[in-house]
């Protein structure tokens, strides 16, 4: 709503600019992918079967979610320079916050529409390649009489014709590409799954099960669970695990990937189990709600820090209500990591000025001071 930001300014690459301004070329860019997609759509009551069609749909709806994607960029960053400035009116924040949830969301519903779209194709093509294994065994049993030859071989192609011919043309080459995507992403799993824990038919079904479960299109399912198995989960626990940060994406407005990226890093890092995933997404969720800040930004950054946490014994949970006490008050995301890691390893560090003060001052609770790690194990608050 370009009225709701009128008057906002931003700097971009040195100059200052209205925001308006800033998101012209990606507010026209979506503003042309919706009259192509409401044209489309309106072709596709008349011909839902047109290939050419549905293929420019995916065409146009992938353009409008980067044109999206861009602008919630630069509101974000409109973001950042109000926060770090604080010259911002405060009736134009609360506008530019507005504009952002709004953004967030138009983002969320595109996503949600292009991975259904995608995801529908797929499942054409998983019922199309049943039912020519199904014709592939019926004419295995076509027997050695040639006198039925014909009319048998008439019978065949036309059950191809309503069978296979048709749904095809329905599903289009978008769906063919799904299908393929799909299998090619399926076959990379089988290059590092576990088959003792479970078989290769099983995960199929369990991809294309949570598919429909959350409309995100199976083969973007089966490359996070191959990312997911890669970075030391189990097979058997995989698709759980891909499930919840496919939820936690969707609360945390951000993408499988960025969700799965952070939860695997959590969890090597603090060395948890599998049985603590849902653990570590109540908290991301908890900090999104208590700070002002998105899983999706705490994605970006928050693994940065991580390790330096664990390695000073700064317990997740401390380490996120940090997070949530700096971000709330003012501190963006990225700062929040850069202060947060800064600090710990200057705490954390022997040697440091900060590392020496700090044993200083604990000299009558241990002979030479207390380090960093040891405050952190005897309960102290960050």
Known sequence: MADRIKGITIEL?????????????????????QMALRDIDKLLQLDPGNTQLLQQKFQYLGRE?????????????????????????????????????????ELKN?????????????????????????????????????QNVGDKMTNIGNTMTKSITVPIVAAGGVAV??????????????????????????????????????????????????????????????????????????????????????????????????????????????TQNLGKTTVDELAASMGKAIPTAKSNGVELETLAGSYAVMTANGIATAETTTYLNSMMNELGKQ???AANAFAEGTKEIKEGGLTMKEAMDMGWSL
Request: glycine letters at 6%.
């Open 13 to 33: 690459d040195g100059d200052t600019t209205k925001l308006t301004k800033a998101l012209k070329e990606s507010n026209r860019e979506i503003k042309n992918s």
């Open 177 to 286: 590409k799904s299908a393929a995507d799909f299998e090619e992403a399926l076959a990379k799993v089988s290059t590092i799954a576990d088959e003792t824990e479970v078989s290769a038919d099983d995960m199929r079904k369990a991809i294309l099960d949570l598919s429909n479960e959350t409309g995100i299109g199976a083969a973007e399912i089966a490359e996070s669970v191959y990312n997911a198995i890669s970075a030391g989960q189990k097979t058997g626990d995989a698709v759980n695990f891909v499930s919840k940060a496919a939820k936690l994406s969707r609360a945390g407005f951000t993408s499988v990937a960025s969700s799965l990226d952070i939860m695997t890093t959590t969890m090597n890092a603090y060395k948890m189990k599998a049985s603590d995933v849902t653990r570590v997404s109540d908290v991301l969720i908890q």
């Open 110 to 146: 595109l996503e949600q529409g292009y991975n259904e779209l995608g995801n529908s194709a797929s499942q054409q093509v998983e019922i199309v390649s049943v039912k020519m294994e199904t014709l592939s065994d019926k004419m295995r049993k076509v027997g050695d009489s040639m």
């Open 351 to 353: 040697g440091t000025s």
């Open 65 to 105: 979610i980067d044109a999206t994607k861009n602008k919630l960029n630069t509101l974000h960053e409109a973001e950042k320079q109000a926060l770090e400035s604080g010259n911002m009116p405060a009736d134009d924040f609360d506008k530019l916050q507005r504009e952002i949830v709004e953004t967030e969301q």
